[in-house]
């Protein structure tokens, strides 16, 4: 029975992460919470979430960039003003660069967004944002 759990998926816009998330609604998930760093189209992927399982109201957009701390901090933060708890999160976020390149942090794009921030994520979520700041000094 799923109709009490909250469920995240990171880049719930496309791929994986929005086919996980068309999953938790049709399984009866009380609300999903999807992540973009676009507004426009994650307001997109909900309209065809709603589109596919006939179920509205249940999908939360949030602005998540894995490429900053910043972002991730924020994103915690509302989470933890808003959300009580999370019951299943999918940690999808990451990206190949091909040429290298820096996040805003000063860090490898790659190694920000595949490695950085998702470990800043799950330690902000499930151990307490004590361990976790700005500039998370891992």
Same mark, same amino acid.
């Given at each position: 029975d799923w109709s009490s759990d909250v469920c995240s998926s990171d880049l719930g816009n496309s791929g994986l992460g929005l086919a996980a998330a068309i999953h938790y609604v049709q399984r009866g998930a009380a609300t999903v919470i999807i992540t973009t760093r676009n507004a426009a189209r994650g307001a997109e992927a909900r309209e065809t979430i709603e589109s596919l399982t006939g179920k509205k109201g249940i999908v939360q957009v949030r602005i998540l960039d894995m490429n900053t701390f910043a972002s991730v901090k924020d994103f915690v933060d509302g989470l933890?003003?808003?959300?009580?708890?999370?019951?299943?999160?999918?940690?999808?976020? /990451? +990206?190949?660069?091909?040429?290298?390149?820096? %996040?805003?942090?000063?860090?490898?794009t790659d190694?920000?967004?595949?490695?950085?921030?998702?470990?800043?994520?799950?330690?902000?979520?499930?151990? /307490? +944002?004590?361990?976790?700041?700005?500039?998370? %000094?891992?």
């Open positions: 933890k003003k808003d959300v009580n708890s999370i019951d299943i999160v999918l940690l999808n976020a /990451g +990206c190949v660069e091909l040429t290298y390149t820096k %996040s805003p942090d000063g860090w490898e190694l920000q967004i595949n490695t950085l921030s998702t470990t800043c994520y799950h330690c902000c979520c499930y151990r /307490g +944002c004590e361990v976790y700041s700005v500039e998370c %000094s891992i």
